[in-house]
Structures are given as C-alpha cells and as structure tokens.
C-alpha cells in the first residue's frame, strides 16, 4: 500500500507476501498520516528500507494495536522511520529481519518516536533520532518474548509467514493483558480499539493484549517431578501438559502421589501453596503454572532431627578423649612416685 499526502485509516487487515522494489514492503506513506489498527504485518520484503512498513518525509502514522512480525528488509523489518515520527501503542515488532546492526525491529533516523505499551525486540537510531519507550516490554527485560503463534485464514498454524492472517500470543506471552484500556486516547484522536483484528471484544483476561489478537482462551500448565502427578478435573492434559480454559471458567487440578511417595510441595506460579492435596483456579483471566514435588514417605523429614545421631557432632568425641587422657596421666605420675 503506497499512501502519498493522504491519510486514509485502515483496520482490520492483513499485509502478507508483499514485495517493495526499494520501501515499504506492506505500506509506504510519503507526506502521510494514515490511521493503522488491528492490522498484521508479516512475510513482506522491502530491498531496501521498512520490510513492514517505511514511513518517510515527516509523515505521522498512528499505529494501535498491530503486529508486525516475520518482516525483511536491510534496514527496518519491521518499521523504518525517515525524519518521521509515528504514534505507535499497544504493538509487537517482534521477529522481523534486518541486516546485522539495521533495526531488525524499528529504524529511527531523525525525528523521534515512543512506542506505548508496545514489546519491540531490537530497534537501531541514527542521525540523532530518539527512541523513548513508554511503559513497552523490550529485548533487555526479562522474558520479553511474546511467544507469537504464526495461524492462517483459518486459525491453523502455518510456518511460512507470507500465509499467515494473525499471530496468537501463546502460553506465557510477554503480551498478554499488558497493554492500554480499551478506549484509552492514544492521540491524534485515536482510542484503543474494543475490538480485535477478528472482532474480539477487548479485554477477555485482566486487561487488553498487545497486539492485533486478543487472546480468548488461557492455559494453565501442569508438571511434576517422580512419585506423582497432577490431573484437572474434567479435563485432559495435552502432549505439552497443558489444559485450555475460557476467561472467567474455574478448573480444580488433583495432587496425586504414587504408592510409597507423599506430596513435598506444591508451586502456583512458582509461589509455595503448601503441602494440599488438590488447587483450585478461580476466575481464570491468565495463564497459569502448577508444579508439584513429591518424596518417598520412607526418605527422612530433613526438618525433623534424626533420633540416633550422636548429640553434640565432634565435641562428644573430644570430650572423651580428655577424660582418657587424665587418666592415662594419672597413672603415669603413680607409676613414677614408686
């Protein structure tokens, strides 16, 4: 999509596939501002500048919950920005390809930008350009990875990213619930779409996903160490010991120990919850972990002291010793005054 002083708005879409001889692969905007939401961005090329999208001679694009992923370009493969100055918020620039050193993510030169509430995986300035993310989940922080799942026109997972028409924020996703409210003023008189690129109402968990997709179904992952198992109540645990549940739904997990083993613990989150023979999710809104440990009921209680350890460790064996030692000495002494 080539836009030149013209400032069209655009929702709902899907660029894939697409080739630009120099910018923009899915969209150039020359002198432009178009308005851009709920759209994906993936498997385009540009063979120079902006794989995604390249926005060029101080055009102002506002951008709202877009995924941009799967793009190549040799600078830019996600975005590139020349002396123009986006408003982008509530988007993933994640997995895009660039030249080494190129902004795989976002080239900034000239102008500045500030991503709002976005998960940007590399970015690169130049020219004194300024990047200021706002409240966005990048690259240095920890588990930044929205963890996106490539899925066709038919919600199928693909590998090729000219066929995909939206990527899901899988279990465990960096983007999940991390994004503005819906309604939110994000400038220019653009608000946070209450919709998703598929018509989704915004939020489903406890708050809006980052992104084109608003993920409607959460995960809850089981695993366990040997003497045990945990099993959802009405439910089967996938290959990846994972249960789906719908926003709001409840599912109760069983602690099961094996013959001759014991549950030790039992983490929710990675949180202890104790020794509890099932776990209760209530009100889902996210994704969840559950992890129990279990221990053989013969294996000693390391917080209760062993009964026929020798009391007082070396210092009953030194004692002993001295008392023997008077002794011997005390007979040596008589043994002399004869």
Request: negative net charge; charged residues 20%; glycine residues 12%.
């Amino acid at each position: 999509m080539y836009n030149k002083d013209s400032s069209p708005t655009v929702e709902n879409c899907t660029f894939s596939g697409n080739t630009a001889k120099f910018f923009g692969g899915g969209m150039y905007n020359k002198d432009s501002s178009p308005t851009v939401e709920n759209c994906t961005f993936s498997g385009n090329t540009a063979k120079q500048f902006g794989g995604g999208m390249c926005n060029w001679n101080s055009s102002g694009p506002t951008v709202a919950n877009c995924t941009f992923s799967g793009n190549t370009a040799i600078a830019g493969g996600g975005m590139y920005n020349w002396d123009s100055s986006p408003t982008v918020a509530n988007t993933i620039l994640w997995g895009n390809k660039a030249f080494k050193n190129q902004g795989s993510d976002i080239y900034q030169r000239d102008a500045v930008i500030s991503p709002n509430h976005c998960v940007v995986g590399t970015y690169r300035t130049s020219s004194n350009a300024t990047v200021i993310p706002i409240d966005c989940i990048t690259s240095a922080d920890p588990n930044p990875d929205p963890k996106l799942i490539s899925l066709d026109v038919e919600l199928k997972p693909t590998t090729e990213p000219t066929k995909v028409y939206v990527y899901e924020p899988g279990p465990g996703s960096s983007a999940l619930n991390a994004g503005l409210n819906a309604g939110t003023d994000i400038g220019n008189g653009v608000k946070v779409p209450d919709k998703d690129q598929r018509g989704t109402t915004r939020p489903q968990g406890a708050g809006v996903d980052i992104g084109s997709f608003e993920r409607n179904i959460f995960f809850i992952q089981a695993s366990w160490d040997v003497g045990g198992e945990i099993r959802p109540r009405g439910k089967t645990l996938d290959a990846k010991n994972c249960i789906e549940v719908s926003p709001r739904d409840s599912v109760t997990f069983d602690i099961v120990p094996k013959a001759g083993y014991k549950t030790a613990d039992v983490l929710v989150d990675g949180t202890s919850v104790g020794v509890v023979p099932f776990y209760e999710f209530k009100n889902v809104n996210a994704d969840h972990e559950i992890r129990a440990s279990f221990v053989s009921v013969s294996a000693p209680d390391p917080n209760k002291p062993d009964p026929t350890a020798p009391e007082g460790g070396g210092c009953s064996a030194g004692g002993t010793g001295a008392i023997a030692a008077f002794a011997l000495l005390g007979a040596a002494l008589l043994r002399r005054k004869d």
